[in-house]
T-cell receptor, first 108, second 116 residues
Framework: LAKTTQPISMDSYEGQEVNITCSHNNIATNDYITWYQQFPSQGPRFIIQGYKTKVTNEVASLFIPADRKSSTLSLPRVSLSDTAVYYCLYNQGGKLIFGQGTELSVKP | EAQVTQNPRYLITVTGKKLTVTCSQNMNHEYMSWYRQDPGLGLRQIYYSMNVEVTDKGDVPEGYKVSRKEKRNFPLILESPSPNQTSLYFC???????????????FGPGTRLTVL
């Protein structure tokens, strides 16, 4: 079963914009792309979801090109508290297919 | 207090001994789901349920069973546990399948299972 592919880890500094790209070459027509954030010893929490083009909320932006084979999560001006694992996943109408996650480390 | 509870929190068992991990939510949520989390593999969905008596396989359902006889409870059953089911398990709920796209799921505290 096709899953999403994303970098294993990324480093950044406080105040920078961070972009995490996810590849999903086999995305189906009805699949949505969702991003979750997880801190150690906690359950993950929803960040944002999109189908195509751009979606923005108070936390992040999500860019999905027309072919929908990739997506980019953009976190503006990260802080130390944004250090976490970020998951890109398919939402297939309730069935969630997670990628391996990207461990983001934000340094002072 | 709105919450998802799981029991037990920690369990060490032996291969082949049937076990059940309970999950209960007090928010009248329709959608519930089970996940396992393993180092290097991330989070994977085992089963989900969109409402009472409606359950569907997630990404990794092999070796697990679930039931949804009441809205609040969604137990995970391992009929014959094996060492490769050693993992951290999370139960979660959200108001409906639609809210998966707008709101976070409420996660339980996790159950750390070791199968010897």
């Amino acid at each position: 079963l096709a899953k999403t592919t994303q970098p294993i880890s990324m480093d950044s500094y406080e105040g920078q914009e961070v972009n995490i790209t996810c590849s999903h070459n086999n995305i189906a027509t009805n699949d949505y792309i969702t991003w979750y954030q997880q801190f150690p010893s906690q359950g993950p929490r929803f960040i944002i979801q999109g189908y195509k083009t751009k979606v923005t909320n108070e936390v992040a932006s999500l860019f999905i090109p027309a072919d929908r084979k990739s997506s980019t999560l953009s976190l503006p001006r990260v802080s130390l508290s944004d250090t976490a694992v970020y998951y890109c996943l398919y939402n297939q109408g309730g069935k969630l297919i997670f990628g391996q996650g990207t461990e983001l480390s934000v340094k002072p | 207090e709105a919450q998802v509870t799981q029991n037990p929190r920690y369990l060490i068992t032996v291969t082949g001994k049937k076990l059940t991990v309970t999950c209960s939510q007090n928010m009248n949520h329709e959608y519930m789901s089970w996940y396992r989390q393993d180092p290097g593999l991330g989070l994977r969905q085992i089963y989900y349920s969109m409402n009472v008596e409606v359950t569907d396989k997630g990404d990794v359902p092999e070796g697990y069973k679930v039931s949804r006889k009441e809205k609040r409870n969604f137990p995970l059953i391992l009929e014959s546990p094996s060492p490769n089911q050693t993992s951290l398990y999370f139960c979660a709920s959200t108001p409906s399948v639609t809210s998966l796209g707008t709101d976070t799921q409420y996660f339980g505290p996790g159950t750390r299972l070791t199968v010897l």
